[in-house]
């Protein structure tokens, strides 16, 4: 029977191995990888207790797999060392009956799994985010302290401190970059300054009928409820500093100066718009119907562009032409590489989700095969061949499609490459 004494006894072992594999499993990503990181980031140790139940439902995709691959091996591994399989089916047990407990924990952990991309993991990435902002000045002040300063490549400045006492930054040097990056354009010093952390907004200025007018401004907001379609940004205020513009100019002593950047990526991450990681299942669909919207308008220009392409551009002052040709290399292949990645996203979500079920029906017969009831065995002669074959598969398609350059759909290749191959071991098995 296939809810008999027996297999209820093998599915309660496989979830008592599981939970154990899952809790030791999340239990070393924390504390040797997510709460290292963090302290590198300048969090304080009240913040990364905030912040561990927020990124604990992260690691589930990735250790729920991996411990449901463990579990089957090690239960149906010991059976087969203490020949009970041998046993079961002389007694006139057929194979397939002991698989449906392992069957039923990878329906169970593919369902949690794909329950958890749905929306609980993109919502926690978001609150997690928005809770490292809220601190966001503490952050920033923490890692200053620690570090001495921010280099981060992204940023509009790289920023040096001797110290910091307080609020105030103590021998402030900041080194303004080139917009080509290739540089830098000025370098001011202070003996004190200090870092705010405000939420701006473009917005548009002059008459809109005409041209010559057209342009936008950035504006502080400093009303939570306004905080819609703008961005972070890091401040350093300097009282008064001294500034060289490094063209062999006189310095300058100004007696107030503000140098503003995006806040860095590295610390707080992107904006959720720009991440499809951190979408829910129904926000990936409607950024996809956005992109789409926003390709065929951009197609649309370009057509009407090319339709005059000698003519001049009002405003660029090129062709309408080059205009037509700058819009498709630079504004169109971005915004598809942006579709690439939420369809790849689509297509990722339920292929790790089903790769719990591919883990089960590949783990049962290696476990068996294998017939070793030690762990170490087990890790060495089954679990890790497998892991180092499945997530080098996935992590490869999935960068190419995220690139354009493979199609979404081949995200499920690593779970076919499995099914194949326990289909095969299981018919192998059933002839022993």
């Known amino acids: 029977m296939i809810f008999g004494t027996i297999n209820r006894m093998i599915l309660m072992e496989l979830i008592k191995v599981f939970l154990m594999a899952l809790t030791g499993?999340?239990?070393?990503?924390?504390?040797?990888?997510?709460?290292?990181?963090?302290?590198?980031?300048?969090?304080?140790?009240?913040?990364?207790?905030?912040?561990?139940?927020?990124?604990?439902?992260?690691?589930?995709?990735?250790?729920?797999?991996?411990?449901?691959?463990?579990?089957?091996?090690?239960?149906?591994?010991?059976?087969?060392?203490?020949?009970?399989?041998?046993v079961l089916r002389a007694a006139g047990v057929n194979i397939y009956h002991l698989l449906w407990p392992a069957i039923l924990l990878g329906i169970a952990t593919t369902l949690v799994t794909a329950g958890l991309y749905y929306d609980p993991i993109p919502r926690s990435q978001r609150i997690l985010r928005e809770q490292l902002l809220k601190d966001?000045?503490?952050?920033?002040?923490?890692?200053?302290?620690?570090?001495?300063?921010?280099?981060?490549?992204?940023?509009?400045?790289?920023?040096?401190?001797?110290?910091?006492?307080?609020?105030?930054?103590?021998?402030?040097?900041?080194?303004?970059?080139?917009?080509?990056?290739?540089?830098?354009?000025?370098?001011?010093?202070?003996?004190?300054?200090?870092i705010r952390v405000q939420y701006v907004t473009d917005v548009p200025e002059g008459d809109p009928d005409d041209p010559e007018s057209k342009g936008t401004t950035t504006r502080r907001i400093t009303n939570p409820a306004l905080r819609v379609g703008g961005r972070y940004e890091l401040v350093v205020v300097m009282d008064r500093c001294v500034v060289d513009s490094l063209k062999g100019d006189t310095?300058?002593?100004?007696?107030?100066?503000?140098y503003s950047t995006a806040l860095p990526e590295a610390i707080f991450g992107k904006d959720t718009k720009d991440r499809p990681s951190s979408q829910t299942w129904n926000e990936l669909f409607e950024r996809l119907d956005e992109l789409r919207v926003d390709?065929?308008?951009?197609?649309?220009?370009?057509?009407?562009?090319?339709?005059?392409?000698?003519?001049?551009?009002?405003?660029?002052?090129?062709?309408?032409?080059?205009?037509?040709?700058?819009?498709?290399?630079?504004?169109?292949?971005t915004l598809n590489r942006f579709v690439a990645g939420v369809r790849t996203e689509m297509q990722m979500r339920p292929a790790l989700s089903m790769g719990c079920m591919c883990f089960v029906l590949i783990g049962c017969p290696v476990g068996i095969w294998a017939s070793r009831s030690d762990y170490l065995s087990i890790f060495m002669m089954c679990f890790l061949p497998t892991i180092l074959i499945y997530y080098p598969i996935l992590m490869a398609t999935l960068n190419m499609a995220k690139d354009g350059k493979a199609q979404p759909f081949l995200a499920w290749t690593p779970d076919v490459v499995l099914a194949i191959g326990s289909m095969f071991l299981i018919r192998r098995l059933m002839k022993r």
Do not use: W
Request: glycine residues 8%; proline residues 3%.
């Open 251 to 258: 310095a300058a002593d100004l007696h107030y100066q503000e």
């Open 136 to 194: 966001a000045e503490q952050v920033i002040y923490s890692l200053l302290k620690r570090e001495g300063g921010l280099r981060q490549n992204n940023l509009d400045f790289v920023l040096y401190v001797r110290d910091v006492q307080g609020k105030d930054l103590i021998d402030v040097v900041v080194k303004k970059r080139k917009a080509d990056r290739t540089g830098y354009e000025l370098v001011a010093r202070a003996q004190t300054a200090r």
């Open 25 to 86: 499993l999340t239990g070393m990503f924390m504390l040797g990888g997510v709460i290292q990181e963090a302290s590198q980031k300048g969090l304080s140790p009240g913040q990364i207790l905030v912040a561990i139940p927020l990124i604990i439902p992260n690691t589930f995709p990735y250790t729920i797999p991996a411990t449901t691959l463990f579990a089957t091996c090690i239960v149906y591994g010991r059976m087969s060392a203490d020949s009970e399989v041998l």
């Open 295 to 333: 390709i065929a308008d951009q197609e649309a220009q370009v057509q009407k562009l090319e339709a005059d392409k000698e003519k001049k551009h009002d405003l660029s002052g090129k062709t309408n032409g080059e205009v037509a040709r700058d819009i498709r290399i630079y504004t169109i292949s």
